[in-house]
């Protein structure tokens, strides 16, 4: 079975402070799909990034970075200058790459940048 | 233009009734998903279709039934509403192709408060 687990449930930061959210994750596949999404308090979901299990480096936008450290299941995303737009939860997923596509997402980590 | 939407936005309803909730694409994908969303912010699928097929049912109540009268399109029926069906549900739709999952764009979602 596919599980993702974001163990910081909420994480305050104050204005240009770099913050770093966890994911961990864990899959009996050898091929893979990792995802972070946003959510704003809009509602809406935003699709940031997808990095397939191949690829093991790094992944720089702008103020945004991801670490993919397969070795210890992570897939880490940090903020770099964090700004009070960045406040939303924040959704790391899985998908198996093979047979059904399904996102399987963590509990999500509520962001607040504090002005 | 919209990508993913879904119709209504916010949908209030007694206990017992039955209800609908419409999504369409315009982006010519194969596959579109139902998750649900709780009040504590997890997301989890409920169903899948790819070209009008289901391809996944998760354990779902049988009181929700997915139709896909074309691959643009998939509703949700909800019968006999209870109050633990209040929820943000949420569309979505992919392009998978061999080996590769395309991103799943997500609709606004549909807020469902059962009173």
């Known amino acids: 079975a596919q599980k993702v687990t974001q163990a910081q449930t909420e994480i305050s930061v104050v204005e240009k402070e770099d913050v770093t959210l966890d994911c961990v994750y864990e899959t009996r596949d050898t091929t893979y799909y990792l995802f972070w999404y946003k959510q704003p308090p809009s509602g809406e979901l935003v699709f940031l990034i997808r990095r397939n299990s191949f690829d093991e480096q790094n992944e720089i936008s702008g103020r945004y970075s991801w670490n993919f450290q397969k070795s210890t299941s992570s897939f880490n995303f940090t903020i770099t200058a964090s700004q009070v737009v960045d406040s939303a939860v924040y959704f790391c997923?899985?998908?198996?790459?093979?047979?059904?596509?399904?996102?399987?997402f963590g509990q999500g980590t509520r962001l607040t940048i504090n002005p | 233009d919209t990508a993913v939407s879904q119709t209504p936005k916010y949908l209030v309803t007694q206990m017992g009734n039955d209800k609908s909730i419409k999504c369409e694409q315009n982006?010519?994908?194969?596959?579109m998903y139902w998750y649900k969303q709780d009040s504590k912010k997890f997301l989890k699928i409920m169903f899948s279709y790819n070209n009008k097929e289901l391809i996944i049912n998760e354990t779902v109540p049988n009181r929700f039934s997915p139709k896909s009268p074309d691959k643009a399109h998939l509703n949700l029926h909800i019968n006999s509403l209870e109050l633990g069906d209040s929820a943000v549900y949420f569309c979505?739709?992919?392009?998978?192709?061999?080996?590769?999952?395309?991103?799943?764009?997500f609709g606004p979602g549909t807020r469902l408060t059962v009173l």
């Open positions: 997923a899985l998908s198996s790459i093979q047979g059904a596509q399904k996102l399987v």
């Open positions: 979505a739709s992919s392009q998978p192709g061999t080996g590769v999952m395309g991103e799943q764009f």
């Open positions: 982006l010519g994908h194969d596959t």
